[in-house]
């Protein structure tokens, strides 16, 4: 990370330092992602207990207001199995250009929580919106990170929802999400959404 970087982002640099989570780049090269034609990640993946609780950490140092729900996850795959009543709990909100990502441990599903053995919080994944998952699913398992990880919805033509976790821990630690959300065969963006719930949240607020 450049000096610049770290000033521009001290929100974001604020909450990574209070939960001891590094930059995306101090953890991954920007080179490591473009050389497999992926964008550099826009998401921190944070794993954590009590989701409530680090929303509020986090707002105290400027990242949000958060997004925070828990929702059934359809079609959950995981290790080549179809997880049934899977539920997940999330908060999503912005730490300025970075979005931050807490997730519970879930039910249904030992994917969050065997991150959480030894510790209340960890770095999770980095996750990366990005449309075209075939291709990008091959040439992630191609070099070697295999899809642990898989899920979504599909109502063709008018929504697409496909992400899928792919396993660079050996490596990097860290798993490597990729979000490949469609409306009607365009790319869609979840920021203005999440951007817009903080801007009502933050106005109703006292």
């Known amino acids: 990370m450049n ?5 521009t982002d001290h929100v974001l640099s604020g909450v990574l330092d ?4 590094p930059h995306i780049e101090q953890r991954l090269p920007r080179e490591f992602f473009y050389g497999l034609g992926l964008k550099f990640p826009q998401q921190y993946g944070i794993v954590c207990r009590d989701v409530a609780a680090c929303v509020q950490r986090a707002e105290a140092l400027g990242a949000g207001p958060f997004l925070h729900a ?6 959950w795959i995981e290790d080549g199995e179809l997880r049934r009543d899977c539920r997940l709990e999330f ?10 990502e807490f997730l519970g441990p879930g039910e249904g599903t030992d994917h ?4 959480l053995v030894d510790t209340d919080v960890a770095f999770h994944h980095v996750g990366i919106y990005q449309s075209g998952m075939e291709r990008i699913s091959e040439s992630l398992e191609g070099a070697g990170y295999r899809t642990v990880v898989r899920g979504g919805v599909s109502l063709r033509p008018a929504l697409k929802i496909d992400f899928r976790y792919f396993d660079a821990r050996r490596e990097h630690g860290i798993y ?11 790319e869609l963006s979840t920021e203005p959404v999440i951007r817009a719930y903080s801007a009502l949240k933050r106005g109703l607020s006292p």
């Open 112 to 115: 969050y929580a065997r991150a």
């Open 70 to 75: 828990t929702l059934a996850a359809p079609n």
């Open 18 to 21: 209070d939960f001891s989570i």
């Open 91 to 100: 908060a999503l909100g912005y730490a300025d250009d970075a979005q931050i």
């Open 176 to 186: 490597l999400e990729v979000l490949d959300f469609q409306c009607l065969g365009f």
């Open 3 to 7: 000096a610049r970087a770290f000033i």
